[in-house]
């Protein structure tokens, strides 16, 4: 993008003078460190004889940021990315801006450290200026004349010490809790009206080198060097009440503990209500409100419960005289609400070391105010803590601002069994909430982007949400591109604190380049793919130089995650082989749709290479399954066998059809599958038999077994496990899904919501088989339902398609949209009356006659 502007920072932070060309060559770059959690205040007063008729901002920063117009926040950001691909906020603020004086405030957060999913710069330029930075560009239209306003010398900054800086981190890669004391905080310093009169003028993070530098090339150096735009919209926000207040206790203070752990620890001293007046006022955004007053040496804890589990920025509206202190923790759970019943008298704690303390305080200043928590988390339950009020204080309201990504539900499943109605559902909502500036695996947690997992939320988006997620999805394969190092691996997760050379996970890298290819069915967007493609080569050859002398890899190095199941991953794995033998049949299939035949010939040969190795290797003649490893020197086969090996045979078109019946009579036997125990997503598993019994799949792999019995004609099996599955955990009340089929880790999980693509994708029976969604696949597997119906959006238009199987027919209606083509298959069970199979646009009904085999 075309840059204008410099970034600008706080006066005290000057660049570093002694790194220059000669101190960076001969000792390399060095980390600048001007302290953590650091929190500033920008500010520019403009005025205009009329109000600007065009106002778009780019804007960006190192950190986070709120930006206010007039006093009103207008705009947070930015999105998240790696600092070698700095993404640039665009905003429209003409609808903000008025004739005369206008104010444009800016709060920004610098981390100073890498979080979930902020990374700090490793460039050499990042010794220079250190971390932090403000970046503006308001392209302005004033009485037909064109002008800019940009981040410069004119600005106006304060380092803030409202929020006490030497806080810990909430856990988990989160942000610094927020320990903020309003008084600290200038009043109205958004407004026009604020005297900044003091604070000191800003500077421009720029180093002018010299005439020598100059000579040999070695320009002017600012931080940087590479601002993208920002492809992703902003993020819809809107406010939530709470739905309930569940408890008031007195607390005895624990003062001794961390800000971290005190609202945790403090144990109740008896019943409260007597120091609350009217509580459910609470509840309301209006005129009425609560009055909490502190008993002598106790402080007042209030317990409250929204209607379901959500991403958003919890906040308080309160009146005080100055001084009063209000603990605000959010939670997804309550201890004991899945385990028989919430303890008594319910409270908010961290229940294992994966719990992060989603915590803020504030202290109040006098007057009506509002506090909001800077970073947005998982919420369904709220424990305030009301300290040093023996005058008592009003609290307006307490809520939440809900956040995710804009999506459009353009998707819709119903069938006649309310189980996986609902289960579609929750499973959609679920994984909205972990939609945001990316794909992240939950939204309280952890809140990153896992490359894996971004495999199974493309298809549940696609599913769910239509084309609406087009720029996220893109930008999701583009970030992991991004991440890339130089051996050609890609980042487990990323942006973040993947700490560059930290743990990995190779499999999610494979992971990645199937991703590729759905993308490119649901879009038809080559350009990207071309631009993806290098990385993906680069990838493959990382795996090429793992493979021992059968063609296979061999005790894959760095963390061999599979998933959460205690697969076995020695020797000659068959998952992660399997998985390198689909990745790279998909890099034959994009190198053709590029034109590269030299390229896609090499990599159907490996492809076939690898499938041969596993066929003649890892068959399990006696038990007619495969094996999940073999000794690479003996060729002797371990005992084990799972779901996932075998799912993974025939998901990537591995096994020989005539080998699936035994597979799946074996991956399917109940009385065979056990969860296995892999701490901590699993504490506890069954026993296990090693000749006997199969290892079933977690939530994670779940949506491969579940695609591997649709592709074989089994979706009534996949329905079945489905069933056992998720029935237990619905049967909960919960309003999202869990990361393990027990509520041990993250209750808000988006690979756990399979089930929405699963029941679209081979249930309603739509999927793409030629890019662009220009063909489809029209392949309904009913098991035992009566009727379905349903949408699956895409880029050519709507697929609606609906479906009853009544007595011995099954009738089945497919509208397609113009320019559509799409392959009828017969459903299992069912012959045709005719031989139709190829149909286009428009309205089409089928009926279909029940057979006694397929």
């Not at 705009?75 to 990315?81: F, L």
């Not at 600092?83 to 003409?94: T, Y």
């Not at 993020?235 to 752990?261: C, F, W, Y």
Request: aromatic share 10%; net charge negative.
């Amino acid at each position: 993008m075309r840059r204008q502007a410099h970034f600008i920072c706080h006066s005290q932070q000057q660049p570093d003078l002694d790194a220059n060309f000669r101190t960076i060559v001969s000792q390399g770059p060095k980390k600048r460190d001007d302290g953590t959690n650091r929190w500033y205040l920008y500010r520019r007063t403009v005025s205009w004889d009329s109000a600007p008729t065009k106002a778009e901002a780019q804007i960006t920063v190192d950190g986070r940021y709120q930006l206010f117009l007039n006093g009103e926040r207008v705009g947070r950001g930015p999105c998240r990315s790696s600092p070698e691909f700095q993404r640039v906020d665009a905003l429209d603020l003409q609808p903000y801006l008025k004739a005369g004086d206008n104010c444009i405030a800016v709060l920004v957060h610098v981390y100073g450290t890498d979080t979930a999913w902020y990374e700090q710069s490793r460039d050499y330029w990042q010794g220079i200026f250190g971390d932090g930075g403000l970046y503006v560009d308001i392209s302005l239209e004033c009485d037909g004349a064109a002008t800019t306003l940009l981040s410069d010398e004119q600005w106006r900054c304060i380092q803030s010490d409202s929020w006490r800086q030497d806080t810990p981190k909430s856990g988990w890669g989160q942000d610094f809790i927020e320990d903020f004391d309003a008084r600290k905080l200038p009043e109205q310093w958004t407004l026009v009206e604020f005297d900044d009169s003091a604070w000191p003028f800003a500077i421009p993070m720029v180093l002018h080198t010299t005439a020598d530098d100059h000579a040999k090339g070695w320009l002017d150096i600012e931080p940087f060097p590479s601002l993208i735009p920002r492809d992703i919209p902003q993020l819809a926000e809107s406010a939530m009440t709470p739905e309930a207040v569940l408890d008031i206790q007195r607390v005895k203070p624990r003062n001794d503990l961390s800000l971290g752990e005190q609202l945790y620890e403090e144990q109740p001293t008896g019943d409260g209500s007597t120091y609350v007046t009217k509580p459910d006022a609470l509840l309301s955004d209006d005129d009425n409100y609560t009055t909490v007053c502190t008993p002598d040496g106790e402080d007042i804890s209030i317990l409250i419960r929204f209607n379901r589990l959500h991403s958003g920025y919890p906040f308080i509206d309160i009146e005080a005289s100055g001084g009063e202190v209000v603990d605000v923790a959010v939670a997804e759970t309550l201890p004991g609400e899945y385990f028989g019943g919430i303890e008594q008298p319910p409270r908010i704690r961290k229940q294992t070391f994966l719990d992060c303390a989603q915590v803020f305080r504030y202290t109040a200043r006098s007057g009506r105010q509002r506090f909001e928590k800077f970073e947005w988390t998982g919420i369904r339950y709220m424990q305030l803590v009301v300290r040093n009020a023996p005058k008592g204080i009003r609290i307006r309201h307490a809520g939440s601002i809900y956040t995710h990504y804009p999506v459009e539900n353009l998707g819709a499943f119903e069938c006649s069994d309310d189980f996986f109605n609902r289960l579609w559902e929750i499973g959609r909502y679920t994984t909205l909430q972990c939609t945001h500036d990316a794909w992240e695996d939950c939204p309280g947690r952890e809140k990153r982007q896992w490359l894996g997992d971004g495999l199974v939320h493309y298809q549940i988006s696609a599913a769910a949400f239509g084309p609406s997620t087009q720029a996220i999805d893109k930008q999701f394969l583009m970030q992991g591109m991004e991440s890339q190092r130089p051996d050609g691996l890609l980042q487990m997760f990323s942006p973040g604190d993947n700490h560059r050379n930290g743990i990995i996970i190779p499999d999610f890298c494979l992971h990645w380049i199937c991703a590729i290819q759905h993308y490119l069915l649901h879009t038809g967007d080559l350009e990207t793919i071309e631009l993806l493609f290098p990385s993906v080569q680069r990838v493959l050859s990382w795996f090429e130089r793992q493979k021992g002398q059968n063609s296979l890899l061999v005790n894959l190095p760095y963390w061999h995650f599979i998933e959460w199941a205690n697969v076995d991953r020695s020797g000659e794995s068959s998952i992660i082989n399997a998985m390198l033998a689909g990745a790279t049949a998909v890099a034959a299939e994009l190198a053709d749709q590029l034109g590269y035949q030299r390229a896609a010939q090499g990599y159907r040969e490996k492809s076939a290479a690898i499938a041969s190795a596993l066929n003649m290797r890892h068959w399990d003649v006696q038990r007619g399954v495969y094996v999940d490893s073999v000794d690479p020197e003996t060729g002797s086969q371990k005992a084990r066998i799972s779901q996932q090996a075998n799912a993974a045979m025939i998901y990537w078109d591995i096994a020989p059809q005539d080998r699936w019946q035994s597979m799946l009579t074996r991956i399917t036997d109940t009385d065979r599958l056990k969860l296995t125990a892999v701490p901590p997503m699993v504490p506890e598993g069954e026993d296990f038999d090693e000749q006997h019994d199969v290892v079933l799949a977690n939530t994670y792999f779940s949506h491969f077994v579940f695609s591997a019995l649709a592709k074989a004609r089994r979706f009534d099996l996949a329905l079945a496990q489905m069933r056992r599955s998720y029935e237990p955990m619905l049967a909960t009340g919960t309003t999202t899904l869990w990361e393990s089929f027990d509520p041990t880790a993250s209750l808000c999980h988006a690979f756990s919501a399979t089930p929405v693509y699963q029941l679209s994708a081979n249930s309603l029976g739509v999927q793409p088989s030629e890019i662009g969604f220009r063909r489809a696949l029209i392949a309904p597997q009913p098991g035992n339902m009566q009727h379905a119906q349903g949408v699956y959006a895409t880029v050519m238009g709507e697929v609606r398609v609906s479906w009853s199987a009544r007595g011995e027919t099954f009738e089945l209606h497919i509208d397609l949209p113009p320019g559509m083509e799409a392959d009828v298959v017969t459903p299992p069970g069912y012959v045709a009356q005719s031989a139709q199979a190829c149909i286009g646009s428009g309205s089409h009904e089928m009926i279909f006659q029940k057979t006694i085999s397929e």
